[in-house]
T-cell receptor, first 117, second 112 residues
Framework: GAVVSQHPSRVICKSGTSVKIECRSLDFQATTMFWYRQFPKQSLMLMATSNEGSKATYEQGVEKDKFLINHASLTLSTLTVTSAHPEDSSFYIC?????????????FGPGTRLTVL | QQQVKQSPQSLIVQKGGISIINCAYENTAFDYFPWYQQFPGKGPALLIAIRPDVSEKKEGRFTISFNKSAKQFSLHIMDSQPGDSATYFCAATTRGGNQFYFGTGTSLTVIP
């Protein structure tokens, strides 16, 4: 159980275009989803926390107008990178929180590799 | 400020050996400590987790040792195999809390 999917797994786009990444919890309802960014050989950097039906909470330094997050249902959150530029190229990973014995365990998606040309 | 400090950054172990990765934290409110395994190009996967009411948890070849007074916890991989070669992240969070604080990761290479 506790499977999280992400789509697409890889995307290449031209500079200036927008890219949407979907994150789905397949077999559980996630009241909270998280979006991370990971650079090569580095740790996970939390970008934002998304609660179903409310606005996402962004971490300091993350532009909310550039990284639009929508958490439309208990099983789906989307991240849209608007007007993408080469510096936005990265590995984006979502996770969904599920309560396990009072602890909110996070289950990660497989990640999306974004390359902006 | 790094809430969870992880070491070493990289580790090379021979097949059959023991891999040890250490993490330390300062926030005494943390009370859930998971370890994640990440293969290149994939998302992290939960490996094993511990709560501070026990000092050790073992699942197969993977063991977490927890020292509450020292605010340290470590992952031990017994009989390390080449298939264990991956990046390992420790993390910490609070009961009912959402945010996980991750260590900086350890790249483990197990050589045949």
């Amino acid at each position: 159980g506790a499977v999280v999917s992400q789509h697409p797994s890889r995307v290449i786009c031209k500079s200036g275009t927008s890219v949407k990444i979907e994150c789905r919890s397949l077999d559980f309802q996630a009241t909270t989803m998280f979006w991370y960014r990971q650079f090569p050989k580095q740790s996970l950097m939390l970008m934002a926390t998304s609660n179903e039906g409310s606005k996402a909470t962004y971490e300091q330094g993350v532009e909310k107008d550039k990284f639009l997050i929508n958490h439309a249902s208990l099983t789906l959150s989307t991240l849209t990178v608007t007007s993408a530029h080469p510096e936005d190229s990265s590995f984006y990973i979502c996770s969904a929180a599920s309560s396990i014995e009072r602890y909110n365990e996070q289950f990660f998606g497989p990640g999306t590799r974004l390359t902006v040309l | 400020q790094q809430q969870v400090k992880q070491s070493p950054q990289s580790l090379i172990v021979q097949k059959g050996g023991i891999s040890i990765i250490n993490c330390a934290y300062e926030n005494t409110a943390f009370d859930y400590f998971p370890w994640y395994q990440q293969f290149p190009g994939k998302g992290p996967a939960l490996l094993i987790a511990i709560r501070p009411d026990v000092s050790e948890k073992k699942e197969g070849r993977f063991t977490i040792s927890f020292n509450k007074s020292a605010k340290q916890f470590s992952l031990h991989i017994m009989d390390s195999q080449p298939g264990d070669s991956a990046t390992y992240f420790c993390a910490a969070t609070t009961r009912g809390g959402n945010q996980f604080y991750f260590g900086t990761g350890t790249s483990l290479t197990v050589i045949p």
